[in-house]
């Protein structure tokens, strides 16, 4: 089913208040992928396994026969992060600014592999072209003895290129024994002082050949391409690897594949309209079908996400035009209508939310109302001029986590001007609370409503001013399914009256499946339908084993469903759980939810308490039981009860104690 049709006229709406304010405002994505059967520890907790990079060549490959035939594949050593032994690896597929390749780069697979002295001639060759004479260094593989390795240290300062003898003892000229490209485990310990470490590596065996590129800027390495290209025209298309420079004056297009905990990781190119995004996410979901990966899970019956994120960036086309760093007021209202609703942070991410997940909001981090106030005030009140520097410095600290970490946030500052750490000052805001999900124009349709939404807050009045005291509001009621649609339609609402109308159908369907039915019954018009909400899991202090320090343990035992009742049934009858009357609220607005807990986990917070279910409902017709059903797991919901009513307790029922909220609280806690 496509789009509703409203979307596209809706997205041009969109660009052309952009193109008036004459701003340019780009989109990026990173989508995460898993096997249609994920196995293994690189599909739950670990980043990497013996299976994700032969999945991420193969991704690569479609990607390139589809949308950019003859583009470069590039191997690079990516992240590396506490408890992980090696760097994460990125693969990164780069084409030119228009989309014409590189380099015109040879597509004979079948063709023949270099011979040893064909490969020295190669690098021999290359250096008389650049005007250095070079001497290729022999080196030994420990890890493959018929493996042919050369080095060759080349550089280039200024627009000169530089070869410099690398005189290395023969008992030295050994790769480590590290597993990798052989440009990653040369014995640079050894390299000549003084000298630029940029190496450029040829490891040849029967399987193929490839090239670790020295790390150059762009116009060098696009000349050491060429070249390689061109003298390597006959042969089969080489492997390469190397560290990607980064491109200032925007004349690629990169897309890259990286590992991430659990996932595959798709790091989209930079989009400069709705349009642009959606197509490319169309194409992923059909290159990703074609090797074996999709955007969800299968838990029983029911689909769920990767378990990774499908985080949206909004940016600038250049950092000296940047939409946001001038207009530091816009900024602050993006942030303060976020907080506002709730719908945008938990109707559209991962069963994990709250404090303890990978994107809690800035009033569930660590920051205080009171500092999130003042810092919103003192921004919006800067003078005119580019600000960008004020805005990070002003915003990364309290759009962290509670340990600090400033990449665990709804929205993240950790690329918008960070000068801590390299890619830090890229201008990007990152929406952090998105789900990956199983159809494509879901994730288009979120994208959209999100840019639609950034779009209607350049106008002043249309702004909100300072921040919602939410208190215990905001992990009771804002957490379930009713209140949460109730907010998505004032959010609709509110761009319908900008003129900015989108069609509720594709959010109403995300929802559905985000909250799936548990139970429902009807009679007449009385009617009752239970559904799974959400329910903020508990940091816990053990590291797992596999999976590295940025995987957390929570506890995720604890779970909550919301019952919600007509009128004619909160009037005729009642609700009886585990033998205990459960009583609809006074207030009929009022909502009415159970947290339980589903298992006993360890480690787990509370070791000591029970497990809940199975869970007995009764339904009540006065003292007749109208209805009974059991809850064993919440992948197969409430069903039908087989065996003898449950014995009444000693107590008569009319005095047997309910179940009870809590004053001002619309869930009931079981584990009380």
């Not at 992980?84 to 590189?102: F, H, K, M, S, Y």
């Not at 769920?304 to 950092?319: M, P, V």
Request: hydrophobic share 40%.
């Amino acid at each position: 089913m496509p789009l509703p049709a409203v979307f596209p006229t809706t997205a041009a709406a969109v660009e052309q208040r952009l193109q008036r304010a004459g701003i340019h405002l780009t989109m990026g994505g990173e989508p995460t992928l898993v096997p249609v059967d994920p196995q293994g520890a690189e599909w739950s907790v670990a980043a990497d396994g013996p299976t994700k990079l032969r999945y991420a060549r193969a991704l690569a490959a479609e990607l390139q026969r589809r949308a950019w035939p003859g583009s470069l594949l590039l191997f690079c050593p990516g992240k590396r992060y506490d408890g992980e032994v090696n760097p994460r690896w990125a693969l990164r597929l780069i084409t030119g600014r228009d989309g014409e390749p590189l380099v015109p780069w040879p597509q004979q697979t079948d063709a023949p592999l270099p011979t040893a002295a064909e490969a020295v001639a190669l690098l021999e060759a290359i250096g008389r072209d650049l005007g250095c004479p070079v001497q290729p260094l022999p080196l030994r593989d420990p890890l493959a003895a018929e493996r042919r390795v050369w080095a060759v240290p080349l550089s280039c300062d200024g627009g000169q290129w530089q070869a410099v003898p690398w005189p290395l003892a023969e008992p030295l000229r050994q790769l480590s024994g590290a597993p990798g490209p052989a440009g990653l485990r040369l014995p640079l310990e050894h390299f000549p002082e003084g000298a630029l470490r940029q190496v450029l590596t040829l490891e040849l065996d029967t399987e193929g050949w490839g090239l670790f590129l020295p790390p150059l800027e762009r116009q060098p390495l696009e000349r050491l391409l060429g070249l390689i290209a061109q003298h390597g025209r006959s042969w089969r298309p080489p492997e390469l690897s190397g560290l990607l420079p980064v491109d200032v004056d925007d004349h690629w297009r990169v897309l890259g594949l990286t590992a991430d905990p659990g996932v595959l990781e798709i790091n989209l190119p930079v989009c400069h309209s709705w349009l642009d995004y959606a197509g490319w996410m169309e194409l992923l979901e059909q290159a990703g079908a074609a090797v074996g990966l999709r955007s969800w899970k299968q838990q029983g019956e029911r689909t769920e996400g990767t378990g990774g994120g499908n985080h949206l960036l909004l940016g600038g086309a250049n950092l000296e035009q940047h939409p946001f760093f001038s207009r530091p007021a816009w900024l602050v209202a993006v942030l303060r209508y976020w907080q506002h609703h709730p719908c945008l942070a938990y109707l559209f991410s991962g069963r994990s939310v709250g404090p303890a997940s990978q994107a809690p909001r800035p009033d569930e981090g660590s920051a205080a109302s009171l500092d999130l106030e003042l810092a919103h005030r003192t921004l919006a009140q800067l003078p005119p001029g580019d600000q960008r520097v004020a805005i990070g410095e002003t915003l990364r600290h309290l759009h962290a986590d509670r340990s600090g970490n400033t990449h665990r946030s709804e929205i993240s500052l950790d690329k918008f001007w960070n000068p801590a750490w390299t890619a830090g000052c890229q201008g990007l805001l990152e929406f952090r609370a998105l789900e990956s999900m199983p159809d494509h124009r879901w994730s288009s349709a979120v994208a959209l409503l999100f840019r639609a939404l950034v779009v209607r807050l350049l106008e002043e009045p249309q702004r909100p001013t300072g921040l919602r005291a939410w208190g215990d509001q905001l992990h009771d009621r804002a957490l379930l399914p009713s209140q949460l649609w109730a907010d998505l339609e004032q959010v609709l609402a509110d761009l319908a009256a900008a003129g900015l109308p989108l069609d509720p159908e594709p959010f109403r369907a995300i929802w559905e499946w985000r909250f799936p039915l548990l139970l429902h019954w009807r009679q007449g018009e009385a009617e009752l339908s239970i559904r799974q909400a959400l329910e903020p899991w508990p940091l816990l202090c053990d590291t797992p084993v596999e999976g590295g320090s940025t995987s957390r343990f929570v506890d995720s035992s604890l779970r909550r469903f919301e019952l919600i009742g007509s009128a004619a049934l909160r009037q005729r009858y009642g609700l009886r759980l585990q033998g205990r009357p459960l009583p609809w609220p006074d207030d009929p607005q009022q909502p009415l939810a159970v947290r339980f807990r589903q298992e006993a986990l360890f480690p787990c917070l509370h070791p000591c308490l029970p497990v809940h279910v199975p869970l007995d409902l009764e339904l009540l017709e006065g003292e007749a039981v109208v209805g009974r059903w059991c809850l064993h797991s919440e992948s197969v919901g409430f069903e039908p009860h087989t065996q003898e009513p449950m014995a009444p307790p000693r107590e008569p029922l009319a005095i047997a104690a309910p179940l009870n909220r809590g004053e001002h609280c619309c869930t009931v806690d079981l584990r009380f």
